[in-house]
C-alpha cells in the first residue's frame, strides 16, 4: 500500500498580519514548553520558551501563552515577515527527560 | 559563536553499510541529544548525554544503532548494519539547562 507522511496542518497570513500557532501537549508531568522554527534544509532553531509556573511569556514580536488546564500551548507572531515562513515545532518536556515534539505546522506569509 | 556542528551534512550509502555520524556540541554546554527527523515520524529523541554520561537510551529504535561520547566535544551516533528505513535527517542538540541547540542536521540516504 501506500504509505502516508505527516500531514502537516498549514497556516496562510497575509503579511504584516499576526498570526497564532496552536498546540496541544499530552504528558500533564511537563514542567517546561518550547517554539522551535525550522526552516528548509535548516535545524530546528530556538524562538522562546515558557515554564509550567507561567502562563504568557513575551518576546521580539513573540508571546507564547500556556494553558495548563486543558494542556495548550500557542505561539503568537506579530506583524509577520516573509522571513517567518517556516515549519514551527512545539515541544514539552517532563523533568530532566528529553523534548517530545509535536508534529509541526507550516506558516506561509503571503505578501 | 559557532553553533553545534555536525558532519557530514549529507551521507548516501548502499544498505549493509556502516554509517557514523558525528556532532560537536557547543562549548560548555553538558547535555548532548541525538533526534531523528521523517515524514512518517516527525523529530523523536534517539539517546541524550549529561556530562558525556548516556541517561536514557529508550528512543534508540534497536540495536543496530549506537551512540558514544568519548569526551565533552564530540559524539558519535554509529548505525551498523544500516538499512533503508534508517533514511532519515539526523540532528544533534546541545544545551546547558535550557534550551537545547540544533546542529543542522545530517541527511541520510541508505539505498
Given amino acids: 500500500g501506500e504509505s502516508v507522511g505527516l500531514h502537516l496542518p498549514t497556516l496562510s497570513v497575509q503579511e504584516g498580519d499576526n ?13 517546561y514548553f518550547i517554539w522551535y522554527k525550522q526552516e528548509s534544509g535548516k535545524g530546528p ?14 518576546g521580539q514580536r513573540v ?18 515577515r516573509p522571513g517567518d515562513s517556516a515549519v514551527y515545532f512545539c515541544a514539552e ?19 | 559563536d559557532a553553533g553545534v556542528i555536525q558532519s557530514p551534512r549529507h551521507e548516501v550509502t548502499e544498505m549493509g553499510q556502516e554509517v557514523t555520524l558525528r556532532c ?23 539517546i541524550y548525554f549529561n556530562n558525556n554520561v548516556p541517561i536514557d537510551d529508550s528512543g534508540m529504535p534497536e540495536d543496530r544503532f549506537s551512540a558514544k561520547m568519548p569526551n565533552a566535544s564530540f559524539s558519535t551516533l554509529k548505525i ?16 546547558r539547562w535550557e534550551p ?6 545530517t541527511r541520510l540516504s541508505i539505498l
Fill in chain 1, 19 to 31: 498570526s497564532i500557532i496552536n498546540c496541544a501537549y499530552s504528558n500533564s508531568a511537563s514542567d
Fill in chain 1, 45 to 58: 532553531q530556538f524562538i522562546i520558551d515558557i515554564r509550567s509556573n507561567m502562563d504568557k511569556r513575551q
Fill in chain 1, 63 to 80: 508571546t507564547v501563552l500556556l494553558n495548563k488546564t486543558v494542556k495548550h500551548l500557542s505561539l503568537q507572531i506579530a506583524a509577520t
Fill in chain 1, 93 to 111: 518536556k517532563p523533568g530532566a527527560d528529553g523534548l517530545t515534539f509535536g508534529k509541526g505546522t507550516h506558516l506561509i506569509i503571503q505578501p
Fill in chain 2, 24 to 46: 560537536k556540541p557547543i562549548s560548555g554546554h553538558n547535555s548532548l541529544f541525538w533526534y531523528r527527523q521523517t515524514m512518517m515520524r516527525g523529530l523523536e529523541l534517539l
Fill in chain 2, 80 to 95: 551498523q548494519p544500516s538499512e533503508p528505513r534508517d533514511s532519515a535527517v539526523y540532528f544533534c542538540a546541545s544545551g
Fill in chain 2, 100 to 105: 537545547q541547540h540544533f546542529g543542522d542536521g
